[in-house]
């Protein structure tokens, strides 16, 4: 499947442009309530730009995108819906429409986050299990960055609003059943678009963490 062949540069400057307006305007309070209620779309545009960075994704790019989304909407219904996986937690309303109580939003950034940090672990090593193995590293220690604002930003809650660590090894978990499945069904190369990306976030979430 072909996109339109849009330059690296141009996305990562929508991407610039896109988080700096958001953190600023999340930052300010007369604001931040209408931002956060533009969250989903965030995370589609996100989603939207990683697609377009692929520049054509081949069948087995498809498969993965499929059981990526499959298998982390499972897993958020299993640990929302009896605590198993992840810890009690249940989802606010700033991530918009869902399906038994999981927004639609989250498979995309399950995948999301699995490619772009997988970009980054591709540049480090060519071992299926050690990427794997950074991958799921990066991908937990910006866990550790989102949890406290998808708290204060109603973006899901935990009993008592403890994060348990529970979550993180359950996150540590499936992050590296993705990685392996990425790193065994596709052969997608490391992209520009994707290491920057995942820089972006990370400052985006630290940023919201401090102030």
Known sequence: MSFPNVHPRLL?????????????????PAFRADFLGLSPYNLVLTFAIAVLAYRKMSTSDLVFFAICYCISML????GTS???????????????ASIAGVPLVIGLNWWVLTVC??????RISSSVVIRSLIGASLM????????????????????????PIYNYVCWFAL????????????SAASNKVFD???????????IQLIF
């Open 12 to 28: 990562i400057g929508i991407l610039i442009l896109f988080y700096t307006v958001g953190t600023v305007g999340l930052l300010i």
């Open 75 to 78: 897993a958020e219904w299993i």
């Open 82 to 96: 009896t605590g198993w996986l992840f810890g009690s937690y249940y989802y606010g309303k700033n991530l918009g």
């Open 117 to 122: 940090s997988a970009s980054i672990s591709k």
């Open 140 to 163: 937990t220690l910006l866990d550790v960055l989102m949890e406290p604002v998808a708290i204060k930003s109603d973006f899901w809650h935990w009993k008592d609003e403890l994060i």
């Open 175 to 186: 992050s590296f059943l993705l990685h392996f499945a990425h790193s065994k069904l596709t």
């Open 196 to 206: 920057v990306l995942f820089l972006i976030l990370t400052l985006f979430f630290s």
